[in-house]
């Protein structure tokens, strides 16, 4: 086999007070096709996000995870290799768009490979690649993930909530780079708020796996990084009151943000709650459009297409 194609879904990491642990997998997806060829050096087509500034070099992360897959397995056979991207994923606004890249960089090898690597294996060597398994998990395995290091090794547990949720991802225009929104968190935290931060992550796997979803909006409360990030993202308190009063269980900053992603019942007006939240960042002038998404249940894999074709809308 001498090309693949891979569908790989945005992330959303944190949910409130899992930071870098928790994340879920939605139903937004980059596509990308990674072809073998005789030509040698990258090619690289791309349309949707980074269609303008994407290059096809060593460190870009779609060449990059794919290459030490392939050069692991193989001992560094020369190859020359096209890939050819159809991103709906926002970049650079906390739905996981590096680790869709690393992911599906190293599927489609692993797949080239006849499959050489395990999921969890290809856990780790992702892991290594972004720094922290909280996104690639998640891209992975697909559903809701519980991701921790033991001995410098990254482990996941994979959980399927009890009842659906509907995800209202609001994704302002301005970007915030992850390096930005980390040096925002400090070094040290008041006791008292990791306390409060393992209650609420606690709270929040017993409500998905009891479908206790009352607790939820308590449940996606933070104090160990949301606070410290809120000035990077304009009118972040009054978009989290809108969604609230919209009628969502609650909202949280998306990974490190811009995005925020409220979380509602599938009976929720998902548009109103949308609406509301964009509305406030417009008052804010922040121009925001959103997604209505569901949970992604079964990850990164392998399709049958054999065109990839951007749609005329994916935003609202």
């Known amino acids: 086999m001498k ?5 790989v879904p945005a992330t959303s990491a944190n949910c409130g007070p899992g930071f870098d642990t928790l994340g879920l997998a939605c139903n937004l997806y980059n596509e ?11 090619q690289l087509e791309v349309e949707g996000e980074g269609a303008d500034y994407l ?41 996981g768009s590096s680790s869709s890249a690393i992911v599906a960089g190293l599927y489609a090898a692993n797949a080239l490979c006849d499959d050489y690597y395990t999921k ?9 690649i972004e720094g922290h398994p909280d996104n690639v998990a998640p891209a992975l395995y697909g559903g809701f993930t519980i991701s ?15 009842k659906p949720l ?17 040096q925002a968190i400090p070094k040290t935290v008041p006791h008292k708020d990791a306390v409060y931060n393992t209650s609420r992550a606690s709270l929040l796997v017993g409500a998905l796996l009891s479908g206790n ?40 900053i998306s990974g490190a943000g811009s995005t925020v992603m409220a979380y509602a019942s599938p009976e929720a007006d998902c548009e109103r709650i949308a609406k509301a939240m964009v509305e406030v960042f417009a008052a804010n002038n922040e121009h925001a459009c959103y ?8 990850g990164v894999k392998t399709v049958s297409y054999t065109t990839l074709t951007l749609p005329t809308s994916d935003l609202v």
């Open 120 to 128: 969890d294996e290809l856990l780790g060597i992702a892991t290594e």
């Open 55 to 95: 290059k096809p070099f060593g460190r870009n992360l779609a060449f990059a995870s794919f290459l030490r897959v392939w050069n692991a397995v193989t001992g560094g056979q020369r190859i020359g290799l096209k890939v050819k991207m159809l991103n709906r994923i926002p970049m650079s606004r906390g739905l």
């Open 291 to 298: 997604h209505i998404l569901d949970l992604d249940t079964d």
């Open 148 to 162: 921790y290091m033991e001995q410098e090794k990254a482990h996941s547990l994979r959980l399927l909530p009890a």
């Open 213 to 252: 979803y009352e607790y939820l909006g308590m449940a996606l409360e933070d104090k160990l990084h949301q606070p410290y990030r809120a000035h990077l993202i304009p009118g972040l308190p009054d978009v989290f009151a809108a969604a609230k009063e919209a009628g969502a269980y609650n909202a949280i």
């Open 32 to 42: 990308v096709s990674y072809e073998i060829t005789d030509r040698k050096g990258f």
């Open 3 to 7: 090309k693949v194609f891979i569908q």
């Open 166 to 182: 509907k995800f209202i991802a609001v994704v302002p225009d301005s970007k915030l780079p992850t390096s930005l929104a980390r």
